[in-house]
T-cell receptor, first 116, second 109 residues
Framework: DTAVSQTPKYLVTQMGNDKSIKCEQNLGHDTMYWYKQDSKKFLKIMFS???????INETVPNRFSPKSPDKAHLNLHINSLELGDSAVYFC???????????????FGPGTRLTVL | DQQVKQNSPSLSVQEGRISILNCDYTNSMFDYFLWYKKYPAEGPTFLISISSIKDKNEDGRFTVFLNKSAKHLSLHIVPSQPGDSAVYFC????????FGTGTSLTVIP
């Protein structure tokens, strides 16, 4: 039973195209995230959503937009793709912390995006 | 601006020996630290964490040490096993998560 799933796993596309990556979690978590892992393996948070409300929005280009149709899904839409968008994108989810410290995040398998 | 750093991109250790993975951070406001393990083609999975009010947390073969004055934490794995071969990410959090770039551990049988 996959806890956090992403589709597709691999995505190859041309510059200028618009694409989406889907994420679903079956853990009943309240918060979902998108991360970008660049060529230097640096994992940087892009967005998080809590109960359909955007609560973190890093300084990412507005070509990137998260869409959450319901609590179990957080999709990432990317418009006018650029070469620099090539990276692995990870979705994650977490529950609201019940005690001291944040709860852990469960990551999806990642989507490798290649922009040609 | 990288607030969490893992300066060793790779580490090789003999099976049965201790693996020590290091992580440095710059923000003294971080109050929680985590280690994630990542196999190829999979997402990172949570391994162990430590609150800033502690200096050590142990879970089986894994122990995390926190030195707040040095803004340094380390993950000890003992004894190391071939199945431990993976990339290990250090993360720190205050209001947001900040991840290091990872250290690739290879445990040699």
């Amino acid at each position: 039973d996959t806890a956090v799933s992403q589709t597709p796993k691999y995505l190859v596309t041309q510059m200028g195209n618009d694409k989406s990556i889907k994420c679903e979690q079956n853990l009943g978590h309240d918060t979902m995230y998108w991360y970008k892992q660049d060529s230097k393996k640096f994992l940087k948070i892009m967005f998080s959503y809590n109960n359909k409300e955007l609560i973190i929005n890093e300084t990412v280009p507005n070509r990137f937009s998260p869409k959450s149709p319901d609590k179990a899904h957080l999709n990432l839409h990317i418009n006018s793709l650029e070469l620099g968008d090539s990276a692995v994108y990870f979705c994650a989810s977490s529950q609201e912390p019940s005690g001291p410290g944040p709860d852990t995040q469960y990551f999806g398998p990642g989507t490798r995006l290649t922009v040609l | 601006d990288q607030q969490v750093k893992q300066n060793s991109p790779s580490l090789s250790v003999q099976e049965g020996r201790i693996s020590i993975l290091n992580c440095d951070y710059t923000n003294s406001m971080f109050d929680y630290f985590l280690w994630y393990k990542k196999y190829p083609a999979e997402g990172p999975t949570f391994l162990i964490s430590i609150s800033s009010i502690k200096d050590k947390n142990e879970d089986g073969r894994f122990t995390v040490f926190l030195n707040k004055s040095a803004k340094h934490l380390s993950l000890h794995i003992v004894p190391s096993q071939p199945g431990d071969s993976a990339v290990y990410f250090c993360a720190a959090t205050g209001n947001q998560f900040y991840f290091g770039t990872g250290t690739s551990l290879t445990v040699i049988p």
